[in-house]
């Protein structure tokens, strides 16, 4: 059975940092999402099973980085210059398949309960 659990989330203002990690039960190719009230959910960031291949949302790139503690089975999404529409649930995902094939929430087998990210203005 695979877990995820994620933590770090929280209330904070524009303009600031927040760091989200995602403890595994083992090793995947693991990925953010969020969702944000009445929206779908959406893509943020994955880093593929070896730590070799990174891909982001257009909507985060150069504001948040992805990366992965294979020694401790942990992705964290480390989240600068937060804006209000980064609001929502993040969700950390994970998949055996060791390359990144798919940016959609179809390309995982594997949730997290969620954390609650807010940015207020």
């Known amino acids: 059975q695979v877990q995820l659990v994620e933590s770090g989330g929280g209330l904070v203002q524009t303009g600031d940092s927040l760091r989200l990690s995602c403890a595994a039960s083992?090793?995947?190719?693991m990925g953010w999402f969020r969702q944000a009230p009445g929206k779908e959910r959406e893509f943020v960031a994955t880093?593929?099973?070896?730590?070799?291949?990174?891909s982001y949302a257009d909507s985060v790139k150069g504001r948040f980085t992805i990366s992965g503690d294979n020694a401790e089975n942990t992705v964290y999404l480390q989240m600068n210059r937060l804006k209000p529409d980064d609001t929502g649930v993040y969700y950390c995902?994970?998949?055996?398949?060791?390359?990144?094939?798919?940016?959609?929430?179809?390309?995982?087998?594997?949730w997290g309960q969620g954390t609650q990210v807010t940015v207020s203005s």
């Open positions: 880093i593929s099973w070896s730590g070799g291949s990174l």
């Open positions: 995902a994970a998949t055996t398949v060791r390359a990144i094939t798919g940016l959609t929430t179809g390309g995982y087998e594997y």
């Open positions: 083992g090793r995947y190719t």
